[in-house]
Nanobody, 126 residues
Framework: QVQLVESGGGLVQAGGSLRLSCAAS????????MGWFRQTPGKEREFVAT????????YYANSVNGRFTISRDNAKNTVYVQMNSLKPEDTAVYYC???????????????????WGQGTQVTVSS
């Protein structure tokens, strides 16, 4: 049974930082591309960042590029996203997700991801 468990969310002031973690189990972690998405009420899930199986390649949404950094530790079956210079508009539930290696690495659709975590709330106050 595949499980993705996010942690690290919370309340932070604008300009602050948070690091989210996502621990994976039940799958061969190093065989999966990993991604982070976020969602606010009434909106579709939004792509944030993705990382290749080895961690050598990353890709970001324009809205977070230069502020967020995705990374992974395959020995720990964990993917991270370091979020700096946070803004109130970054407030959302953040989800990690896993996808097999097929299709374009630059695909940002949530539909290509097979497994999802339960999400962790990030709230940025102004």
């Amino acid at each position: 049974q595949v499980q993705l468990v996010e942690s690290g969310g919370g309340l932070v002031q604008a300009g602050g930082s948070l690091r989210l973690s996502c621990a994976a189990s039940g799958l061969t972690f190093s065989s999966y591309r990993m991604g982070w998405f976020r969602q606010t009420p009434g909106k579709e899930r939004e792509f944030v960042a993705t990382i290749s199986r080895s961690g050598a390649n990353t890709y970001y949404a324009n809205s977070v590029n230069g502020r967020f950094t995705i990374s992974r530790d395959n020995a720990k079956n964990t993917v991270y996203v370091q979020m700096n210079s946070l803004k109130p508009e970054d407030t959302a539930v953040y989800y990690c997700a896993a996808r097999p290696r097929r299709g374009s690495f630059l695909e940002t659709s949530a539909g290509v991801y097979d497994y999802w975590g339960q999400g962790t709330q990030v709230t940025v106050s102004s």
